[in-house]
């Protein structure tokens, strides 16, 4: 199938016909090539290698799906967009002062940079950068996990999002390299309120369980310049819609960030759940979900699915 000469008009894709393509292709590849289930958050390992969804959502409001596109799944990395999205809104332009927009080239959890570069992370979505977001949003909300709910459930229209207890609990039990992050950032006066709570908050973002279709619509205003195309509200300027999407790129799949605008071509963010979203500018959210992960704590599957959609529809930024 070769892509249309102008991919953004939709009416050049038979989606449904694209997802049912595609689910087929993954479904080949389940057993031995769906990669790893992440098993350092115990309650985590429990998710199926086999396990496969996928949404569209497009600007129009139309939604595809095909797989368990309805089932929750545990969003852990992919909050770090919300929760930057609710810093920016608060601290402006500061909170760049204290977290940086590079990619890092090194694993999401590592340590490594932060002696070298002041306890100032390389970008908001490694655990560090996300750590000191978590910062900022304790220092700028009253009930900092309600503003974040009440967020989530608006924006996907979903109220029924929440967390599940289990793996809060198993992080918060297992978080050996979160609470070493947290107090090394500490120790170089990057975080401002008790150690212990803002992991708490870190903690309760990632164990929140949310479905393809609610994700891909909870950011939908990042394919929109910054505003909800279905309430016409205006989440954040066009200019900071840009820039998150920019930052999703170089650094939303961590050290597979290059592999990933390579094969894929969209502005992206993964969580070790096992769910990708991404973002195709001015036309739809797309989000993935199969729990077997690469190396690297990516969705295996799930880039593979989003490497074949743009590959067949010819819709990328490039
Ligand atoms: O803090 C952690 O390690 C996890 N709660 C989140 C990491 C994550 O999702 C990285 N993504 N690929």
Known sequence: RSPPQNPHDLSRHDIPDILKTIHAEVRERFGQHAGKVADYIPALAQASPDAFGMAVVTLDGDVHTVGEAHAPFSIQSISKVHTLTLALDKAGDDLWKRVGREPSGDPFNSLIQLEHENGIPRNPFINAGAIVVADVI????????AALLAFLRERSGNPDIG?????WESERKSGYRNVALANFIRSFDN????VQAVLDFYYFQCALKMNCI???????????RGKCPSSGEQVTSIER???????????????AAGEFAFHVGLPAKSGVGGGIVAVVPHVMNLCVWSPGLDQKGNSLLGGY???????MTGLSVF
């Open 305 to 311: 699915a989003l490497h074949r959609f743009t590959r």
């Open 191 to 194: 975080i401002e309120n008790d």
């Open 163 to 167: 967390r599940d207890d289990e793996i």
């Open 214 to 224: 609610d994700l891909a619509r909870s950011l939908q205003f990042l394919a929109c």
């Open 241 to 255: 819609a840009r820039r998150i999407n920019a930052v999703m790129m170089t650094c939303g799949t961590y050290d």
């Open 138 to 145: 304790l220092s700028h909300y009253d009930d900092p996990e």
